[in-house]
């Protein structure tokens, strides 16, 4: 198996653009995570779905940030529009069972 | 605030020697997961301790956790090298399916 793919791997962009990062989980895991890493705060958990339904939103930051899982395959995170302190590393995790996360390589958001 | 508080933030040490790093979390947990991150990656699951164990092993680590005191450590022996990175806990807490990390362990292995 590739394991979870992300993408992009790194992306840069200007304040008030729309941003759109994907997730593809590993086949056969029911469980989704998105996660935002940063020095200061640390890895925060935004939202995880469980066959494809979102079950904890409760670390979205704002209404800038919206999660989909139209499929158990694919997953999307949008900000929308983007400020500078979104700024950070992006990481989707997939999970077989309520137990180890398998997580991506993550993807480096940095908005000037 | 974090569930999961590693001690101590940074450590750095000769190859060889034993790592032992530390965390302490609040609220009752189902179980306590250990996890590495290699500089620029993602994390990586290394070991479960379920909250009914008291200890664990997988290969050289070494993993306690003392529900009484809300801690667990976890060990490294003869470290490598390659065992540089950040290490993490996380917790569930009872009746919830997602993690809550702590801010991390940073270990240095000085060749």
């Known amino acids: 198996d590739a394991g979870v793919i992300q993408s992009p791997r790194h992306e840069v962009t200007e304040m008030g653009q729309e941003v759109t990062l994907r997730c593809k989980p590993i086949?056969?895991?029911?469980?989704l995570f998105w996660y935002r890493q940063t020095m200061m705060r640390g890895l925060e958990l935004l939202i995880y779905?469980?066959?494809?339904?979102?079950?904890?939103d409760s670390g979205m930051p704002e209404d800038r940030f919206s999660a989909k899982m139209p499929n158990a395959s694919f997953s999307t995170l949008k900000i929308q529009p983007s400020e500078p302190r979104d700024s950070a590393v992006y990481f989707c995790?997939?999970?077989?069972?309520?137990?180890?996360?398998?997580f991506g390589p993550g993807t480096r958001l940095t908005v000037t | 605030s974090q569930q999961g508080e590693e001690d101590p933030q940074a450590l750095s040490i000769q190859e060889g020697e034993n790592a032992t790093m530390n965390c302490s979390y609040k609220?009752?947990?189902?179980?306590l997961q250990w996890y590495r991150q290699n500089s620029g990656r993602g994390l990586v699951h290394l070991i479960l301790?379920?909250?009914?164990?008291r200890e664990k092993h997988s290969g050289r680590l070494r993993v306690t956790l003392d529900t009484s005191k809300k801690s667990s450590s976890l060990l490294i022996t003869a470290s490598r090298a390659a065992d540089t990175a950040s290490y993490f806990c996380?917790?569930?807490?009872?009746?919830?399916?997602?993690?809550?990390f702590g801010q991390g362990t940073r270990l240095t292995i000085n060749p």
């Open positions: 996380a917790t569930d807490a009872r009746g919830a399916q997602k993690l809550v």
């Open positions: 086949s056969g895991h029911n469980s």
């Open positions: 301790i379920r909250s009914n164990e």
């Open positions: 779905f469980n066959n494809n339904v979102p079950i904890d």
């Open positions: 609220t009752s947990i189902n179980n």
């Open positions: 995790a997939s999970s077989p069972q309520a137990y180890e996360q398998y």
